[in-house]
């Protein structure tokens, strides 16, 4: 994941550098705002609840006979309707094993130093999405080239299992908006609304068994995802700032990887929690 959030750093970079030269006519009175024109990069690190809509997952391989050396299916062409999943928090993991286990977001931002106290920020969610099994869901199309129309039990041992567990993974650009809601006499507590909305890729690394036979795939961008965040903002002593959000975002998968030459698409709406915990500077 060390290569994302290298990309997450450069978009911002190339995005925001006409921006950040500017000259600003009114400077915010801001946590960490510097009160020389220029204004205050942050970054936060925290983690997230999801919960997803139900969608209709289409996998499609046409040109893959049996091999059994390669253990690869044999053709197939079939929807499996209103799947439902869900979320693998994994927080128990945070400090026993890698941070970067649980569903772990960031968030890498810049706030212009103008009145209006807008920003552009980087925004990162490891959202994990598996779908539940032994659900019983209408399947139809053909597999093994056999017409299928009926309900069927999703069966991981003998059908399917389908998950995007090493993150569905949003990436979006997002433009900010924060609003002072409250700040004590002595300026060391700042209370804020912020609002976020942008638009990226999604990078997820699909873990599926198909007919018994399993693959864990590679990372690769399979379509783009667009959302909306809205929540409060808690600055202290101005360097250090705790947030929470609500969010909501559609995720369209046209492009994921499953086995030999197949491949599987979907698309799906998303709830997110998410706290996170940041430190800001001016520039």
């Not at 199309?141 to 059908?159: E, K, R």
């Not at 997002?174 to 638009?199: D, E, M, P, T, Y």
């Not at 997820?204 to 667009?226: E, Q, S, W």
Request: aromatic share 16%; charged share 20%.
């Amino acid at each position: 994941m060390r290569k994302y959030f290298s990309i997450g750093i450069l978009i911002l970079l190339c995005c925001s550098e006409n921006l950040f030269s500017q000259e600003k006519n009114e400077i915010c009175d801001c946590p960490s705002q510097s009160k020389v024109g220029k204004g205050t990069f942050y970054f936060s690190w925290g983690y997230g609840r999801d919960y997803f809509s139900k969608s209709d997952i289409h996998f499609t391989n046409t040109t893959t006979d049996y091999d059994a050396q390669k253990s690869q299916p044999k053709s197939y062409d079939f929807t499996v309707y209103d799947a439902k999943a869900h979320d693998r928090p994994g927080f128990k993991d945070i400090l026993r094993t890698d941070l970067t286990i649980p569903q772990y977001v960031y968030r890498i931002g810049y706030f212009f130093n103008d009145k209006k106290d807008f920003g552009i920020e980087i925004n990162f969610d490891h959202v994990k999405y598996i779908m539940d099994d032994y659900q019983t869901l209408r399947v139809t199309g053909t597999i093994h080239g056999q017409t299928i129309d009926q309900d069927t039990l999703i069966d991981p041992n003998t059908f399917l299992h389908f998950e995007h567990s090493d993150g569905a993974n949003f990436l979006m650009l997002n433009f900010v908006k924060r609003q002072r809601l409250f700040v004590s006499k002595n300026k060391k507590h700042w209370v804020s609304g912020v609002a976020k909305i942008g638009a990226g890729p999604v990078i997820p690394r699909t873990d599926v068994i198909l007919f018994g036979v399993p693959l864990n795939n590679k990372f690769h961008v399979a379509g783009y995802c667009m959302g909306v965040e809205a929540g409060l903002r808690y600055d202290v002593y101005k360097y250090i700032y705790l947030e929470y959000t609500a969010k909501g975002a559609w995720a369209n998968y046209t492009d994921v990887l499953v086995l030999g030459e197949g491949k599987a698409k979907h698309h799906f709406w998303t709830f997110e929690n998410i706290l996170v915990l940041g430190l800001q500077f001016p520039l």
